[in-house]
Each structure stands twice: as structure tokens, then as C-alpha cells.
């Protein structure tokens, strides 16, 4: 089964910094644009970056802007997001998908448009 494999969350005080990992497993990344997602207990799941496949072009939710970074290895089949700043309010299960109809983020793309989900990482901020 096609799916990327998240891993690097975790409990951390407020302030402090971690970098999650997603690796797709039997398939390849190289033309697909990826998003990195998160779904708090009682919320929606929502886009909190997206990374294009050509020349990397990134796009970040407004809550995490200027705390999170994005990037990829198409050679390892690796999506990072690496995240500072934290806050209580980044509390939740992180997950990676691909547009697998698009090797660019677009603005408007709908979370169900994506695929080759994971089972995510828990990410916990808290002191």
C-alpha cells in the first residue's frame, strides 16, 4: 500500500522545537507536491504547509508562518517540516500527503484532494 510514514513528533514545552519526517513508502515523490496537515481533538484537519515538487515553492497556514519550515528530499523520499516557536495551539496529529494530480500547492486545494495518507505524529505542546 502506497503511504508516507510520519515520524519526529513528540512532547515539548512551549517554545521549543522539533522536526517531523515524512517518508513515502512505495512510491516516489518526485513529481507530486506534498502537504503537511494536523487535526486537534473536536477540529477539522487543515493545511499547515505544502511544498511544490519543481523549485520548491512553499506555502505556510498564517498561524504557523514565520515558525515553521518545509522542505524535501526527493532522493530519500523525505518531507521535513521543521517547527520553532511552539505553541499550545500546535497541539496535534501531524500528517503528510501528496497532490497526486499536481507537482505545485495551490491555494485552494481541499485537504480530501490528497493522498497516500499516513497514520501521523502526535505532537504535544505543553509545559
Known amino acids: 500500500q502506497w503511504q508516507f510514514v510520519e515520524s519526529g513528533g513528540g512532547l515539548v514545552q512551549p517554545g521549543g522545537s522539533l522536526t517531523l519526517s515524512c517518508v513515502a513508502s512505495?512510491?516516489?515523490?518526485?513529481?507530486?507536491?506534498v502537504g503537511w496537515f494536523r487535526q486537534a481533538p473536536g477540529r477539522v484537519r487543515e493545511e499547515v504547509s505544502c511544498i511544490s515538487s519543481a523549485h520548491g515553492d512553499v506555502k505556510f497556514a498564517d498561524s504557523v508562518k514565520g515558525r515553521f519550515a518545509i522542505s524535501r528530499d526527493n532522493a530519500k523520499r523525505t518531507v521535513y517540516l521543521q517547527m520553532n516557536n511552539l505553541e499550545p495551539e500546535d497541539t496535534a496529529v501531524y500528517y503528510c500527503?501528496?497532490?497526486?494530480?499536481?507537482?505545485?500547492?495551490?491555494?485552494?486545494?481541499?485537504?480530501?484532494?490528497?493522498?497516500?495518507w499516513g497514520q501521523g505524529t502526535q505532537v504535544t505542546v505543553s509545559s
Open positions: 512505495g512510491f516516489t515523490l518526485d513529481y507530486y507536491a
Open positions: 500527503a501528496a497532490d497526486v494530480r499536481s507537482f505545485v500547492c495551490y491555494d485552494n486545494t481541499p485537504v480530501n484532494a490528497y493522498s497516500y
